[in-house]
């Protein structure tokens, strides 16, 4: 049994101690034989030798057994092994099966294992891009679009809702925009939108994407069929955003009310990130990315826009646009404008979506359901609020007469719009009856009586002479007892109490 190493160094100081092995070997509680094994090693300045490994049942079977490992790629199971080994006679252990299995299938590891090379960058070169599973919002899942420049780690975010090619253009046009300027090269997954098919080995590019990188000059690569180290960059920068954004509770995000809520999360993600020095270059990305402007190249002024659909232009006092026989809204603060118009999906799931380019790219302004002619689709957050007064009328004297009956108050304005509602006759006599009336009494007492007028409905011609006579009455009899809810007028029955008592007789 081999020792371990403080118990070799116990055993080499009782010998270098005693000078005896069989003394050395009382004082350390081994054999002398142990203690002059080792004392001989170290005089031959050399490690005791390994024991020597015995015979075992599994032995022959071993070739066996290498070569299953060999066929599975180092995958292969110890129990499927184990019994394999019993219909071929092998009378052994499990326990022995898989530690030889074990063994033959470290062996493999090791000479099979993969050697990764740092990626040393040039500025300029090259940008990565991947997604990411978004949070939910109104029910409709979205996804994160990660782009990375290699050599600055400058990370872009964007929100979008599909994964289709007019929405990763889009958001590659704005990540450009925002890097202020293009790469040479954009690695990034065979998506769809990316490559068709591999023939071969060799990935067939999608066609729209071949216009899309001659318009911006940039060349396309997609990293290797299942294999995420070779885009480990995008990788993390996933990993990280999905942790942040994505509502968890590890990170006390609450559920996002909107797409516009998730818009401003990833920007402000984003300035977190690229603000902050970076744990391999000790600086921050957006430091870095000022250098590496200079290496980029100029990004066209015109965005790639045969992917978002038909042109279109909004009217000017209707934020509406019709395509294929329905009409659909748009925000109002692009009256005006030119927008393109495309279909998404089949069946119950066919969307309408419209993009508008602007001074930062493209970007999705409207997606709808399909429409019918005669019923358009409407969203109310492209309408703005409807002006105060705008279906209330607000009374304004046109005429001296009008002038002075307004002047009286609110509750003559009031009284004017109740009464006019209510179709009531003769309201400009009316109105003059409570001019005059204001000279007998205040314009106080007239314009409270007009209000009460108008609230209970009374707008008959001597309603308001009635409601002013009532309320001066009442003003007049305030000192006197008058019966209320707490109070009652009846004669009380305190004085029969004393009934048939005779005072001042002593009985």
Not at 185 to 200: G, P, Q, R, S, W
Not at 352 to 380: F, N, Q
Not at 454 to 477: K, M, P, T, Y
Request: hydrophobic share 40%; with cysteine.
């Amino acid at each position: 049994m081999l020792k371990s190493a403080e118990e070799i160094m116990e055993i080499l100081d009782a010998y270098d101690l005693t000078g005896s092995l069989r003394d050395a070997a009382e004082l350390a509680g081994c054999s002398h034989h142990t203690v002059a094994r080792y004392v001989g090693a170290r005089e031959k300045a050399g490690v005791p030798a390994a024991p020597v490994r015995r015979d075992q049942l599994i032995d022959p079977f071993l070739d066996k057994v290498e070569e299953w490992v060999e066929r599975s790629h180092g995958k292969v199971r110890a129990d499927r092994a184990h019994a394999k080994l019993v219909w071929l006679g092998y009378a052994g252990s499990e326990r022995t099966t898989r530690r030889a299995v074990a063994e033959l299938k470290a062996a493999y590891a090791a000479g099979h294992r993969r050697v990764h090379r740092p990626w040393i960058t040039e500025p300029g070169m090259w940008l990565q891009y991947d997604y990411g599973d978004g949070p939910v919002i109104d029910g409709v899942k979205t996804t994160l679009f990660v782009a990375w420049l290699a050599w600055s780690r400058f990370r872009v975010v964007l929100p979008i809702r599909d994964k289709t090619m007019p929405s990763v253009f889009a958001a590659l046009d704005v990540t450009f925009r925002r890097l202020g300027g293009v790469p040479t090269y954009v690695l990034t997954d065979n998506e769809k939108t990316v490559t068709v098919e591999h023939i071969a080995g060799i990935p067939v590019r999608n066609g729209q994407l071949a216009e899309f990188a001659r318009h911006y000059s940039v060349v396309v690569h997609t990293c290797v069929p299942a294999d995420p180290a070779s885009k480990g960059g995008t990788e993390s920068s996933v990993k990280l955003a999905k942790a942040d954004l994505v509502p968890k509770d590890t990170n006390l995000r609450q559920e996002y009310t909107s797409f516009a809520e998730l818009e401003a999360a990833c920007q402000e993600f984003c300035d977190l990130v690229n603000g902050r020095a970076h744990r391999v270059t000790r600086r921050p990305p957006a430091e870095m990315l000022a250098e590496e402007q200079q290496r980029l190249h100029p990004v066209v002024t015109d965005p790639f826009t045969v992917a978002f659909g038909t042109t279109r232009v909004v009217p000017v006092n209707t934020p509406m646009v019709a395509f294929e026989y329905g009409q659909y809204s748009v925000p109002h603060q692009l009256m005006g404008a030119t927008v393109w118009v495309r279909v998404h999906g089949q069946g119950a799931d066919e969307q309408v979506v419209i993009t508008h380019v602007g001074p930062d790219g493209p970007k999705e302004v409207a997606r709808h359901r399909r429409a019918t002619p005669g019923t358009p689709k409407l969203d109310d957050l492209h309408f703005p609020a409807a002006p105060a007064g705008a279906l209330e009328r607000t009374p304004r004297a046109k005429t001296t007469a009008e002038a002075e009956f307004l002047g009286l108050g609110e509750g003559a304005r009031l009284w004017l719009v109740e009464a006019a509602a209510a179709g009531t006759g003769k309201v400009r006599v009316k109105m003059a009856a409570a001019v005059q009336l204001a000279r007998l009494f205040t314009a106080g007492e007239v314009d409270w009586a007009l209000g009460h007028a108008a609230v209970h409905g009374r707008f008959a011609e001597a309603d308001l002479a009635s409601i002013l006579d009532h309320h001066r009455q009442q003003a007049a009899r305030v000192g006197e007892h008058r019966a209320s809810e707490d109070r009652s007028l009846t004669q009380g029955t305190s004085s029969w109490a004393r009934y048939g008592q005779h005072e001042g007789i002593d009985r």
